[in-house]
């Protein structure tokens, strides 16, 4: 009787890891449409914003045209 319980105690540990590792990946799935429009909305709204310093860098690298060269 005592040899089964040690058996018992020692697959306990892996058994029930095994479990919540199952339980966490389950549980990491499930995501809701309306998660992913927000998600959606927030990667336009980053590349619009990303879009935008792209074109404020591009203007203040541009060189001014010389006096010589608009006459």
């Known amino acids: 009787m005592p040899e089964s319980l040690y058996a018992l105690a020692l697959l306990a540990c892996p058994v029930g890891m095994g479990a919540m590792m199952w339980m ?34 591009r203007d203040e690298h541009r060189v001014p045209p010389r006096a010589a060269d608009r006459a």
């Open 24 to 57: 966490m990946m389950r549980g990491s799935k499930t995501s809701t449409a309306e998660d992913n429009s927000q998600k959606q909305a927030e990667l336009t709204a980053l590349q619009a914003q990303i879009d935008q310093l792209q074109a404020q860098t």
